[in-house]
């Protein structure tokens, strides 16, 4: 069957006048896409341009974003349900509707306020022990993580996990395992280069952005200012061109995209002259978009793409079987959402590589099988691993034969479908729920730890 060609909304209603022969003076871009003191923070900058394109986050009058800049308690609020796409949701909130429990209620900012009611009415948001909210205190990560994961559903996720040992040199110092540990899952948020999460330390402008920016696909976007489309890259244009909007103003651009976005539909956006291009998470043009790659953008109110990412084909789960000399990784993928199966069975899954406490004995063949059958909620895949693969383990360098079953992963993928980047945590279920701190190193460990007898490296066979 013929697909549809759609041509975005904006295109119905305005009129497209080619620069070369317009006699038409185009505005530039709408979209101003940069900040003048980026360079504080370049490891941040598409997730902050990202923000930015959408209007959760914006800059200040000077044209500075001050990435290092500590961000509140009621400025964290404000940013995570904008992300979530509640804008709307916030504004039409009845303040009288709630008595807010806080001892310092009467000191939250008016323009937050509907904000913080809306969080605390919904769960988002509890009362500390000092009975405050602290409107302008400094977000810890640990806060601010605990809300992004709250407001992305991901409670019951961070329930699951609540007696993980957290892969961290400082992870006695986390209060709230399992939100951080469903965070670091979802890759919401890293550690530091030196192994540790530093949960109490503040979080920056630039930081949070960063966090948000790595939620994106998990978190609805808001539709009243922009919106997402994801698609199969079907046709890219370099032709520039003028297009006037429904109040006559003319909006420069510089191409176009069409996107095929299902149900037989293909779809094409102008691409506004300063929209940010990431290709593979580096700076790209409009024209190293490639046909066939998947692309996300972010469309503005006028119809006018002002962001795009094509990002590798990524794959989450759970190392099943690692072979090292094979170059050959097994992933049970996307079992994650089945936190609860995982958690009562993590442990016969585990236990098919290691020793049995009580009895110092190696489980038997068929118990193996069964453990694994109980265990499993997803078909093992396997994925070839390249020669020059970047892999991490717990934030440091590793090599494929660090990985052990039972690590979480996230796979990053080539056009051959083999595993070019690796990125993984080890985070096994305490034992009898006590944990201890290896003196030498700092490194947690359970206190009744099962001794493996392979290390895990083969896998489960």
Request: aromatic share 6%; net charge negative.
């Amino acid at each position: 069957m013929r697909k549809n060609k759609i041509i975005a909304l904006l295109m119905i209603t305005v009129f497209i006048l080619m620069t070369a022969t317009t006699g038409v003076a185009a505005k530039k871009g709408v979209v101003d896409s940069t900040f003048n003191d980026m360079a504080q923070a370049q490891w941040a900058l598409k997730h902050v341009y990202k923000m930015k394109s959408q209007n959760i986050i914006k800059g200040y009058p000077d044209g500075s974003f001050q990435p290092n800049k500590p961000v509140t308690h009621a400025e964290a609020v404000a940013l995570v349900l904008r992300s979530a796409g509640l804008e709307e949701e916030v504004a039409d909130f009845d303040l009288g509707s709630v008595v807010l429990p806080y001892k310092d209620a009467a000191q939250i900012p008016e323009w937050v306020k509907k904000y913080v009611a809306y969080a605390y009415t919904n769960g988002y948001l509890e009362v500390s022990e000092s009975g405050n909210f602290q409107s302008n205190k400094g977000a810890s990560r640990q806060w601010v993580v605990k809300l992004i994961v709250k407001v992305m559903g991901l409670e019951e996720d961070a329930a699951g996990m609540d007696n993980v040992i957290l892969p961290f040199k400082d992870a006695a110092d986390v209060s709230e395992t399992g939100y951080v540990a469903s965070a670091v899952k979802n890759n919401i948020i890293n550690g530091f280069p030196d192994g540790t999460f530093q949960p109490n330390k503040g979080v920056t402008r630039a930081q949070i952005a960063v966090m948000l920016g790595q939620s994106v696909d998990e978190l609805p976007i808001p539709g009243k200012f922009s919106t997402i489309i994801e698609g199969e890259v079907v046709e890219v244009s370099t032709d520039e061109t003028t297009i006037s909007n429904s109040v006559c103003e003319t909006i420069y651009c510089q191409g176009a995209v069409t996107l095929d976005v299902g149900d037989e539909d293909e779809v094409t956006y102008p691409v506004d002259e300063n929209a940010l291009i990431y290709v593979n998470d580096q700076e790209a043009e409009l024209v190293d978009i490639e046909v066939g790659a998947t692309a996300k953008l972010v469309v503005d109110n006028n119809g006018v793409a002002v962001y795009i990412e094509v990002a590798p084909v990524t794959v989450k789960g759970v190392v099943y079987e690692v072979y090292a000399d094979d170059n050959t990784i097994v992933v049970l993928e996307n079992c994650w959402g089945y936190e609860r199966e995982r958690n009562r069975n993590i442990n016969k899954l585990q236990g098919t590589i290691k020793q049995d406490k009580k009895t110092d004995e190696q489980p038997t063949e068929q118990e193996r099988e069964q453990n694994i059958e109980e265990a499993v909620v997803s078909d093992p895949v396997e994925y070839t691993v390249t020669n020059d693969a970047v892999i991490t383990l717990n934030g440091d360098a590793a090599e494929l034969g660090d990985l052990e079953a039972g690590n979480i992963v996230t796979l990053t993928l080539n056009d051959d479908n083999e595993a070019i980047k690796i990125k993984a945590y080890s985070m096994p279920f305490k034992h009898n729920n006590q944990i201890v701190a290896d003196e030498d190193d700092g490194d947690l460990e359970t206190l009744d730890e099962v001794v493996q007898t392979n290390k895990g490296k083969k896998g489960i066979k």
